[in-house]
T-cell receptor, first 113, second 114 residues
Framework: KAGVTQTPRYLIKTRGQQVTLSCSPI?????VSWYQQTPGQGLQFLFEYFSETQRNKGNFPGRFSGRQFSNSRSEMNVSTLELGDSALYLC????????????FGSGTQLSVL | SQKIEQNSEALNIQEGKTATLTCNYTNYSPAYLQWYRQDPGRGPVFLLLIRENEKEKRKERLKVTFDTTLKQSLFHITASQPADSATYLCARGATTDSWGKLQFGAGTQVVVTP
């Protein structure tokens, strides 16, 4: 069974631009959550989707948004990029709407110049 | 604020010895704690989950304990090997309706030398 797939693996953007990151969960998994990881703040929860519905949202500005499609694939979007948005963005999936045993992708490394 | 804390200093240990990592949390006691391993440039990999009514959980050379009185979990790697070198993350959820939301500690880097 293929793992969680995130694309692209690396991304370089400039301030003010917007970016869309993609996540394909493990086949059969309907829950997808997103995390931002930085050296200073560690892993921080962004949002979580189950069956196309956002169930939880972390403490991030409205520039961060996401969605989930009917095939459980998910995207997150960051508009008006700031230097502080540079981070590793991780997607995780699980088979049930639970936070037990999340399966993470390798992440998208975003650099904002 | 609600925190989950891990020792930020790297743990350097000789091959064959036992590595012990600490995870302390404040405020609410979670229904369970989880431990993940993360290698550089990769996403975390789930290792173990221990529930509040379990004192100890084992998986191969790994052992986790959970003390709700001390608000602490200990993670042990016995007979450590250089391949165990990685960052180990502790995480807690809130109640059962927190779904995919986990609060992670900053992680402890373990370096096992031959």
């Amino acid at each position: 069974k293929a793992g969680v797939t995130q694309t692209p693996r690396y991304l370089i953007k400039t301030r003010g631009q917007q970016v869309t990151l993609s996540c394909s969960p493990i086949s059969g998994h309907r829950s997808v959550s997103w995390y931002q990881q930085t050296p200073g703040q560690g892993l921080q929860f962004l949002f979580e989707y189950f069956s196309e519905t956002q169930r939880n949202k972390g403490n991030f500005p409205g520039r961060f948004s996401g969605r989930q499609f009917s095939n459980s694939r998910s995207e997150m979007n960051v508009s008006t990029l700031e230097l502080g948005d540079s981070a590793l963005y991780l997607c995780a999936s699980s088979s049930e709407p639970t936070n037990e045993k999340l399966f993470f992708g390798s992440g998208t490394q975003l650099s904002v110049l | 604020s609600q925190k989950i804390e891990q020792n930020s200093e790297a743990l350097n240990i000789q091959e064959g010895k036992t590595a012990t990592l600490t995870c302390n949390y404040t405020n609410y006691s979670p229904a369970y704690l989880q431990w993940y391993r993360q290698d550089p440039g990769r996403g975390p990999v789930f290792l173990l989950l221990i529930r509040e009514n379990e004192k100890e959980k084992r998986k191969e050379r790994l052992k986790v304990t959970f003390d709700t009185t001390l608000k602490q979990s200990l993670f042990h790697i016995t007979a450590s090997q250089p391949a165990d070198s990685a960052t180990y993350l502790c995480a807690r959820g809130a109640t059962t309706d927190s779904w995919g939301k986990l609060q992670f500690g900053a992680g402890t880097q373990v370096v096992v030398t031959p």
